[in-house]
């Protein structure tokens, strides 16, 4: 009896020995085991779940527009132009595509309708992006022919 007691704890201090050793039972972390190949993922022709579903490409959120403040100027399109006793009323047609009527002056986040001729209305753009132009452009935006 006392010989398998002697032999298990020769066999158990020769353990702790080798496991104490330096670099032998320690593997440094992000280093694959000995043996093992690299992980390597193979999509099979799926969509890969590893890589961004925007692809770098920058999307308009969706927002909610409660009025022209929150509106752009290129984000407009000429639907038609009304003359109301002698003042002329444009209708555009928001991103949506509901359709507003605009006058000369009302204002837009990154501008304001200069005036409204027939067939066309012209936009002074006062900021970019948020930004304050040094000089304003003025933009023309025409009714197509095919809508006249």
Do not use: C, H, W
């Not at 330096?22 to 085991?33: H, Y």
């Not at 006793?85 to 555009?92: E, G, L, N, P």
């Amino acid at each position: 009896m006392r010989s398998r007691t002697a032999g298990a704890l020769v066999a158990g201090v020769l353990l702790l020995a080798v496991l104490a050793a330096p670099g032998r039972g320690q593997q440094k972390a992000g280093e694959p085991k000995p043996g093992t190949a690299p992980f390597s993922y193979s999509s099979g022709g799926r969509r890969d779940p590893f890589k961004d579903l925007k692809g770098g490409q920058n999307i308009k959120e969706k927002r909610t527009i409660t009025g022209f403040a929150d509106l752009f100027l290129d984000e407009i399109r000429i639907l038609g132009i009304v003359r109301i006793k002698s003042q002329r009323v444009a209708i555009v047609s928001l991103p949506e595509g509901f359709p507003v009527t605009v006058r000369k002056g009302d204002r837009f986040a990154d501008g304001f309708i200069l005036s409204i001729e027939d067939g066309q209305i012209v936009l002074r753009q006062t900021r970019d992006r948020g930004v304050p132009l040094m000089k304003p452009r003025d933009i023309v935006k025409e009714i197509m022919p095919e809508e006249r």
